[in-house]
Protein backbone atom coordinates (compact mmCIF):
# COMPACT_ATOMS: atom_id res chain seq x y z
CA UNK A 1 0.00 0.00 0.00
CA UNK A 2 1.46 3.33 -1.36
CA UNK A 3 2.40 5.49 1.84
CA UNK A 4 3.04 9.39 1.95
CA UNK A 5 5.48 11.46 4.03
CA UNK A 6 5.89 15.01 4.42
CA UNK A 7 8.70 16.45 6.68
CA UNK A 8 8.92 18.28 8.72
CA UNK A 9 5.31 19.45 9.76
CA UNK A 10 5.85 23.02 9.53
CA UNK A 11 8.25 25.42 8.86
CA UNK A 12 9.35 28.78 9.66
CA UNK A 13 11.93 30.87 8.01
CA UNK A 14 12.90 34.56 7.33
CA UNK A 15 11.85 36.67 4.27
CA UNK A 16 14.41 35.66 1.36
CA UNK A 17 15.79 32.15 2.50
CA UNK A 18 16.14 29.50 0.48
CA UNK A 19 14.02 26.10 1.13
CA UNK A 20 13.83 22.50 0.35
CA UNK A 21 10.53 21.03 1.40
CA UNK A 22 10.58 16.97 1.54
CA UNK A 23 8.19 14.05 0.14
CA UNK A 24 8.90 10.48 0.26
CA UNK A 25 6.85 7.59 -0.97
CA UNK A 26 7.06 4.09 -0.14
CA UNK A 27 6.00 2.14 -3.60
CA UNK A 28 8.56 3.53 -6.36
CA UNK A 29 5.63 1.98 -9.03
CA UNK A 30 4.77 5.45 -9.95
CA UNK A 31 4.15 7.47 -12.89
CA UNK A 32 3.88 10.85 -11.83
CA UNK A 33 4.68 12.97 -8.61
CA UNK A 34 2.05 16.19 -7.85
CA UNK A 35 2.72 19.26 -5.88
CA UNK A 36 -0.11 21.01 -4.39
CA UNK A 37 -0.20 24.59 -2.22
CA UNK A 38 -3.14 25.63 -0.13
CA UNK A 39 -4.15 28.47 1.29
CA UNK A 40 -5.97 28.63 4.05
CA UNK A 41 -9.29 27.87 3.51
CA UNK A 42 -9.03 27.63 -0.38
CA UNK A 43 -8.66 24.63 -2.88
CA UNK A 44 -5.80 22.95 -3.56
CA UNK A 45 -3.78 24.54 -6.03
CA UNK A 46 -1.82 22.81 -8.72
CA UNK A 47 1.68 23.39 -8.50
CA UNK A 48 4.36 20.98 -10.20
CA UNK A 49 3.56 17.84 -11.90
CA UNK A 50 7.09 15.60 -12.87
CA UNK A 51 6.42 12.45 -14.48
CA UNK A 52 7.97 9.03 -13.89
CA UNK A 53 10.64 10.01 -16.87
CA UNK A 54 11.53 13.32 -15.62
CA UNK A 55 14.26 14.31 -12.74
CA UNK A 56 12.93 17.86 -12.51
CA UNK A 57 10.45 20.52 -13.04
CA UNK A 58 10.61 23.95 -12.83
CA UNK A 59 8.30 27.05 -12.72
CA UNK A 60 9.49 30.28 -11.98
CA UNK A 61 10.78 30.36 -8.00
CA UNK A 62 9.79 26.98 -7.69
CA UNK A 63 11.96 23.51 -8.92
CA UNK A 64 10.49 20.07 -8.07
CA UNK A 65 12.74 16.92 -8.64
CA UNK A 66 11.87 13.28 -8.52
CA UNK A 67 14.04 9.91 -7.67
CA UNK A 68 11.75 7.46 -8.04
CA UNK A 69 14.23 4.67 -7.08
CA UNK A 70 14.89 6.46 -3.69
CA UNK A 71 11.39 7.17 -3.40
CA UNK A 72 11.77 11.34 -2.69
CA UNK A 73 10.66 14.32 -3.79
CA UNK A 74 11.80 17.88 -2.98
CA UNK A 75 10.37 20.56 -3.61
CA UNK A 76 12.92 24.13 -3.68
CA UNK A 77 11.79 27.59 -3.05
CA UNK A 78 13.73 30.31 -4.05
CA UNK A 79 13.76 33.71 -2.29
CA UNK A 80 11.05 33.06 -0.23
CA UNK A 81 8.09 35.57 0.06
CA UNK A 82 6.11 36.40 2.81
CA UNK A 83 3.28 35.36 -0.06
CA UNK A 84 4.80 31.85 -0.42
CA UNK A 85 3.29 31.22 3.38
CA UNK A 86 1.03 28.10 2.56
CA UNK A 87 0.62 24.69 3.31
CA UNK A 88 2.36 22.59 0.89
CA UNK A 89 1.01 18.63 -0.46
CA UNK A 90 2.71 16.37 -2.18
CA UNK A 91 0.72 13.30 -3.79
CA UNK A 92 1.15 10.51 -5.89
CA UNK A 93 -1.11 7.82 -7.73
CA UNK A 94 -2.65 5.07 -6.28
CA UNK A 95 -1.75 1.69 -7.44
CA UNK A 96 -4.64 0.92 -9.49
CA UNK A 97 -5.50 2.47 -13.03
CA UNK A 98 -7.52 5.33 -12.09
CA UNK A 99 -5.93 8.41 -11.49
CA UNK A 100 -6.66 8.89 -7.89
CA UNK A 101 -3.80 9.88 -5.53
CA UNK A 102 -2.45 9.42 -2.65
CA UNK A 103 -1.48 12.47 -0.15
CA UNK A 104 1.01 13.38 2.39
CA UNK A 105 -0.18 15.09 5.56
CA UNK A 106 1.70 18.84 4.37
CA UNK A 107 3.78 20.25 4.95
CA UNK A 108 2.69 24.14 6.78
CA UNK A 109 5.58 26.76 5.51
CA UNK A 110 5.48 30.25 7.05
CA UNK A 111 7.60 32.97 5.66
CA UNK A 112 8.27 35.96 8.17
CA UNK A 113 8.64 39.56 6.64
CA UNK B 1 -8.86 26.41 -12.04
CA UNK B 2 -10.03 24.11 -14.98
CA UNK B 3 -13.55 25.14 -14.66
CA UNK B 4 -14.76 23.50 -11.53
CA UNK B 5 -17.65 24.86 -9.57
CA UNK B 6 -18.83 23.37 -6.24
CA UNK B 7 -22.19 24.28 -4.56
CA UNK B 8 -22.89 24.89 -2.11
CA UNK B 9 -20.19 25.91 -0.65
CA UNK B 10 -21.14 26.16 3.20
CA UNK B 11 -23.56 24.61 4.64
CA UNK B 12 -24.70 23.70 7.93
CA UNK B 13 -27.56 20.95 8.76
CA UNK B 14 -28.74 18.50 11.43
CA UNK B 15 -28.14 15.14 11.95
CA UNK B 16 -30.08 12.75 10.30
CA UNK B 17 -30.90 14.86 7.08
CA UNK B 18 -29.57 14.17 3.61
CA UNK B 19 -27.22 16.28 1.75
CA UNK B 20 -25.93 16.57 -1.78
CA UNK B 21 -23.03 18.05 -3.17
CA UNK B 22 -22.86 19.12 -6.44
CA UNK B 23 -19.14 19.16 -8.87
CA UNK B 24 -19.67 21.20 -12.23
CA UNK B 25 -16.62 21.20 -14.86
CA UNK B 26 -17.02 23.14 -18.15
CA UNK B 27 -14.37 20.81 -20.21
CA UNK B 28 -16.13 17.61 -20.07
CA UNK B 29 -12.75 15.43 -18.86
CA UNK B 30 -13.77 11.68 -17.91
CA UNK B 31 -12.41 11.13 -14.62
CA UNK B 32 -13.61 13.48 -11.09
CA UNK B 33 -13.28 12.80 -7.30
CA UNK B 34 -14.78 13.56 -4.07
CA UNK B 35 -12.35 14.43 -1.49
CA UNK B 36 -12.85 15.36 2.39
CA UNK B 37 -10.35 16.81 4.35
CA UNK B 38 -9.78 16.72 7.97
CA UNK B 39 -6.85 17.34 10.71
CA UNK B 40 -4.96 14.81 11.25
CA UNK B 41 -6.14 12.79 8.29
CA UNK B 42 -5.50 15.03 5.45
CA UNK B 43 -7.05 14.07 2.03
CA UNK B 44 -8.98 10.99 1.45
CA UNK B 45 -10.95 9.67 -1.57
CA UNK B 46 -14.46 8.84 -0.78
CA UNK B 47 -15.78 8.55 -4.41
CA UNK B 48 -14.66 8.42 -8.18
CA UNK B 49 -15.84 8.04 -11.46
CA UNK B 50 -14.38 7.52 -15.17
CA UNK B 51 -17.19 8.03 -17.03
CA UNK B 52 -21.05 8.67 -17.32
CA UNK B 53 -22.63 6.39 -14.81
CA UNK B 54 -19.30 4.67 -13.89
CA UNK B 55 -18.78 5.38 -10.32
CA UNK B 56 -16.01 3.41 -7.94
CA UNK B 57 -15.33 3.23 -4.15
CA UNK B 58 -12.94 5.60 -2.40
CA UNK B 59 -11.03 4.57 0.90
CA UNK B 60 -13.97 6.05 2.48
CA UNK B 61 -16.80 5.56 0.97
CA UNK B 62 -19.37 4.37 3.88
CA UNK B 63 -22.21 6.77 4.27
CA UNK B 64 -21.74 8.25 1.01
CA UNK B 65 -23.22 7.59 -2.78
CA UNK B 66 -22.62 9.68 -5.83
CA UNK B 67 -24.19 9.79 -9.07
CA UNK B 68 -23.00 10.72 -12.52
CA UNK B 69 -25.74 11.07 -14.99
CA UNK B 70 -24.20 13.75 -17.23
CA UNK B 71 -20.77 14.29 -17.97
CA UNK B 72 -20.14 17.58 -16.42
CA UNK B 73 -21.81 16.76 -12.96
CA UNK B 74 -20.45 14.63 -10.21
CA UNK B 75 -23.01 14.65 -7.27
CA UNK B 76 -21.80 13.32 -3.80
CA UNK B 77 -24.79 12.67 -1.62
CA UNK B 78 -24.61 11.50 2.37
CA UNK B 79 -28.36 9.71 2.80
CA UNK B 80 -28.69 10.72 6.39
CA UNK B 81 -25.66 13.23 7.51
CA UNK B 82 -23.88 12.33 11.01
CA UNK B 83 -21.80 14.52 12.71
CA UNK B 84 -18.73 12.23 11.70
CA UNK B 85 -19.21 13.72 8.25
CA UNK B 86 -18.38 17.19 9.24
CA UNK B 87 -15.67 17.83 7.12
CA UNK B 88 -14.29 20.15 4.24
CA UNK B 89 -14.98 18.38 0.69
CA UNK B 90 -13.13 18.74 -2.12
CA UNK B 91 -14.07 17.72 -5.91
CA UNK B 92 -11.17 16.96 -8.73
CA UNK B 93 -10.86 16.46 -12.29
CA UNK B 94 -8.11 14.72 -14.21
CA UNK B 95 -7.03 16.09 -17.34
CA UNK B 96 -5.84 13.85 -19.74
CA UNK B 97 -4.38 10.33 -19.46
CA UNK B 98 -5.54 8.96 -15.71
CA UNK B 99 -1.53 7.67 -15.29
CA UNK B 100 0.13 10.81 -16.35
CA UNK B 101 -2.71 13.68 -16.39
CA UNK B 102 -2.55 16.54 -14.05
CA UNK B 103 -5.31 16.80 -11.00
CA UNK B 104 -7.18 20.44 -10.36
CA UNK B 105 -9.57 21.15 -7.54
CA UNK B 106 -12.54 23.07 -7.01
CA UNK B 107 -12.93 25.39 -3.92
CA UNK B 108 -14.05 23.10 -1.59
CA UNK B 109 -17.71 22.83 0.23
CA UNK B 110 -17.49 23.35 4.00
CA UNK B 111 -20.43 21.08 5.85
CA UNK B 112 -21.29 20.77 9.23
CA UNK B 113 -23.24 18.57 10.85
CA UNK B 114 -25.24 19.53 14.07
Known amino acids: KQEVTQIPAALSVPEGENLVLNCSFTDSAIYNLQWFRQDPGKGLTSLLL?????REQTSGRLNASLDKSSGRSTLYIAASQPGDSATYLC????????????FGQGTTLQVKP | DAGITQSPRHKVTETGTPVTLRCHQT?????MYWYRQDPGHGLRLIHY???????DKGEVSDGYSVSRSKTEDFLLTLESATSSQTSVYFC?????????????FGEGSRLTVL
Open chain 1, 50 to 54: IQSSQ
Open chain 1, 91 to 102: AVPGSSNTGKLI
Open chain 2, 27 to 31: ENHRY
Open chain 2, 49 to 55: SYGVKDT
Open chain 2, 92 to 104: AIRTGNPNTGELF
